[in-house]
């Protein structure tokens, strides 16, 4: 009888901590490049590399990656105060313009850049659209040295 009202209590609230947190993490359309930009811009600027990762190209989640290295390379000061400001700003006014039905250009502001647009570019690949950052470009648009 103890375990089955044990077991009630916790079904009770285990169930809306898992409803309302599910709610939260709602799943991204990946046939509206609108939505897999934004997904991803706030993966990228939470520094959830790892979730950036899902949203783009493969040899965009590969330079992906080598950010995440710089970033596990930084000392404990330069990290803590990165995370800090990741969690104070926030991803606004995202704005797509399909290009081509296979090309399509997000551009978007944060909290903390004055209206200073970032721009994302995306492909699709079969039925997903996917951010994809030319391997001959850096993320500031400059071209990278062979």
């Known amino acids: 009888m103890k375990f089955s009202l044990r077991l009630s209590a916790f079904c009770l609230i285990a169930f809306p901590v898992f409803f309302f947190t599910g709610c939260n993490n709602a799943k991204v359309n990946y046939k509206n ?4 930009a934004m997904a991803y ?3 990228l600027n939470a520094l959830d590399i790892d979730k950036a990762k899902r949203y783009c190209t493969k040899g965009t989640a590969e330079m992906l990656g080598m950010l995440g290295a710089i970033i596990d390379g930084l000392g404990a000061d330069e990290k803590k105060e990165m995370e800090a400001k990741a969690k104070t700003t926030k991803v606004e006014k995202m704005n797509c313009v399909k290009e081509s039905n296979t090309n399509c250009t997000c551009s978007y502001t944060t909290s903390d850049n004055e209206g200073e647009e970032t721009q994302i570019l995306l492909v ?8 994809d950052i030319p391997k001959e470009e850096s993320p500031e648009g400059e071209e990278q040295p062979d």
């Open 41 to 43: 811009a706030k993966a």
């Open 124 to 131: 699709l690949e079969g039925d997903k659209w996917l951010v």
């Open 33 to 36: 490049p609108e939505s897999v």
